[in-house]
């Protein structure tokens, strides 16, 4: 298929992936990435250790990058830190985050959004409204789906020109708090 427009980047490497793809973090050592490339004829996996980083031909290239210990997303857009917990995969947008519970993370923008309330669906309840350091507006909102409660945060991260990168984490109520800190988390490193 070809590269995509968000890689890894950290520990003295870039990761491009080819799409479509998914990043997981992996127990066989610190700092380990998982990248599968989804085939027709199925998964293709590549272990790539920051110890021994090796470029695997149409699952992902691996090329010098930055050291810091830590792995962030890169867009032509944006840059994020890399939660644990959440794994990414690649979509449209240009990639969800996603964890436990039917947790997921998505990151759009910059955009221009003159009134936040129009992030709020059909359906859903403002429970609280606040603002964090760094001016970032925080609507946290709850509905129902399938049955289940659910739980839903859109945080307003503010950049030049009066856009805003728009951060939803969205989960059945139990792992909401997670997907919290972790968009939290996200903004403190951003």
Known sequence: MGHVLARLAGHGMVLVPYWPYTFERSDA???AVVVTNWRADGPAKALVDPADARSAPGIVDVAPGPDHPFWAIETSSFRVAWPSGFGVESTVDPYCLVGEHDASIFVQGPVHIADPDVLIASGQTVVARRTMSRDVQVIE??????????????????RKD???LVFTAQSREPGIAAARDAVEWMLALT
């Open 29 to 31: 050592a610190a700092d």
């Open 141 to 158: 909102l709850a509905y129902e789906h399938e049955g289940e409660p659910w739980r839903q945060a859109v945080y307003l991260y503010p």
């Open 162 to 164: 009066d856009r805003v």
